[in-house]
């Protein structure tokens, strides 16, 4: 269970603020998303970084790679934590521990283990993209990772490339072949709307109109 605070004006004095904190699940969240996301006066509720909890996940986020090859069983491994449903490989490729993500997608997880959606629906492929971790984005891409999963706020990896600035993961991304170029966030924006950098806009228009 998380908490999420968010600031609002009070009713009594337009100077003062007060405020609140409600529970958040990964259930609950998706359904709170439309409302909770931004605050009265326009600005954005900033919610908590998610900290590892259990050892894999702790051992992942840290790339301590003796642990984690230490377990004679995978099961840990993909186990998610209960309060942020990340798991090891999702803090592994946030934190861009190539070693640890290899050795994780060494193991032979399944599809829906790459592609588990953790914390404000992020996959491991969506947080790599952000952290602009190219080699790990291209581990997961060929591993089957897929780059067509939205989280909570209808963020895909290519969005998070292209805001954060990463033109070499805008690149990876689109050269998979498996991006899909028009996908729009919650504000309407595609990829290339969503940054600042005219190069990587550039790239994904033009990388659009090659697509038959």
Request: contains cysteine; glycine residues 6%; charged residues 20%.
């Amino acid at each position: 269970m998380l908490e999420v605070t968010a600031t609002v004006d009070s009713p009594r004095a337009r100077d003062s603020v007060r405020t609140t904190t409600f529970p958040v699940t990964r259930l609950s969240l998706a359904a709170r998303m439309s409302t909770a996301a931004i605050n009265p006066d326009g600005s954005l509720v900033h919610f908590p970084v998610p900290e590892p909890q259990a050892e894999a996940t702790i051992a992942a986020s840290n790339g301590d790679l003796e642990t984690l090859t230490s377990y004679t069983h995978t099961d840990k491994l993909f186990t998610p934590d209960s309060s942020t449903s990340n798991t090891p490989l999702i803090f592994a490729a946030s934190n861009g521990h190539t070693s640890i993500v290899d050795h994780l997608l060494s193991s032979s997880p399944s599809l829906s283990q790459i592609n588990h959606q953790g914390y404000l629906g992020n996959t491991a492929l969506s947080r790599a993209s952000r952290g602009g971790h190219s080699t790990c984005v291209q581990s997961l891409l060929s591993h089957g990772a897929d780059p067509n999963i939205g989280n909570d706020k209808l963020q895909y990896p290519l969005h998070f490339a292209a805001f954060k600035k990463h033109p070499e993961v805008v690149r990876i991304l689109i050269d998979s072949g498996k991006c899909d170029l028009n996908v729009k966030d919650r504000k309407g924006r595609t990829p290339d709307q969503d940054t600042s950098v005219e190069e990587i806009s550039a790239m994904i228009v033009a990388s659009r109109l090659l697509k038959p």
